[in-house]
């Protein structure tokens, strides 16, 4: 204006750009907070300069990263998307308490707050998930018990956490027998069931079933002895129903 009046002559006009980028005001943020074991989320750098405004071009030199907790995974090569945004995939591996991913411009840190990523376990594998019989055992008498465990675990070799999968046990290969009582599911990622020993005979393997379909990982054998005698089942048996005065007769138990 002059003395007021407004100038009408044509005016310029002028452009305000984003400044250079500022690690305090940087955003880094992440797709979602937990990911299963196998899986991937997106991680994403959002740069900006010292008042806020989102840089509208790329050519940064940016990183990702993450530490603490007991969670990890492998993050993978940066993308530039060419208009200040950078991205990558976190990919979860081993399970575990949350991990605090960051990012770097030009090999320096951002300062702005962090997000955190939770590996939670993913599906039950079939090869990962492990049956095993407490203690070991490479027999049981027959009559006594033994304790079959089938402990589930996703492709990456995490212990699910929760139940209700549907599980059974079963024991082939051998000539031993003997039966199984009911599953009982812990909730915890674990479940078990009390074999007792029937017929003595040669070691069978232990494996079971999830979901209806067989379990791929080792199985672990154990056989069925005799166990201590017994007054009724034992039998006496004679060579003879009859024998003449003089003569013998076995008798065998």
């Known amino acids: 204006t002059i003395n007021g009046t407004p100038v009408s002559s044509t005016l310029p006009t002028i452009t305000v750009n984003p400044g250079t980028f500022s690690l305090s005001q940087s955003l880094l943020s992440v797709s979602t907070a937990s990911v299963a074991s196998g899986s991937t989320v997106l991680l994403t750098l959002t740069a900006k300069d010292s008042l806020g405004n989102q840089l509208t071009s790329g050519g940064l030199t940016v990183a990702f990263s993450r530490s603490g907790g007991t969670s990890s995974g492998n993050i993978s090569a940066t993308t530039d998307n060419s ?12 399970s575990g308490t949350a991990t605090t991913i960051s990012a770097s411009i030009g090999g320096s840190a951002i300062t702005s707050t962090l997000p955190t990523e939770t590996v939670t376990a993913g599906p039950v594998s079939l090869s990962q998930s492990l049956v095993t019989i407490t203690g070991s055992p490479s027999f049981i008498l027959s009559g006594s018990t033994a304790t079959v465990k089938l402990t589930t675990k996703d492709s990456n070799g995490n212990l699910l956490s929760a139940g209700g999968l549907t599980v059974t046990f079963t024991a082939t290969g051998g000539t031993s027998t003997g039966a199984f009582s009911t599953v009982v599911d812990n909730n915890d990622g ?19 079933t999830i979901g209806g379909s067989a379990t791929t990982s080792a199985k672990p054998s154990m056989s069925v002895v005799p166990g201590a005698y017994s007054l009724s089942q034992s039998l006496v048996t004679l060579s003879g129903a009859s024998v003449l005065s003089g003569n013998t007769v076995n008798a065998t138990v």
Request: hydrophobic share 35%; net charge neutral.
């Open 190 to 208: 674990t479940y078990q069931s009390t074999f007792t020993g029937a017929a003595a005979g040669t070691a069978l393997n232990f494996g079971s």
């Open 83 to 94: 208009n200040g945004i950078y991205t990558a995939n976190f990919l979860g591996t081993t």
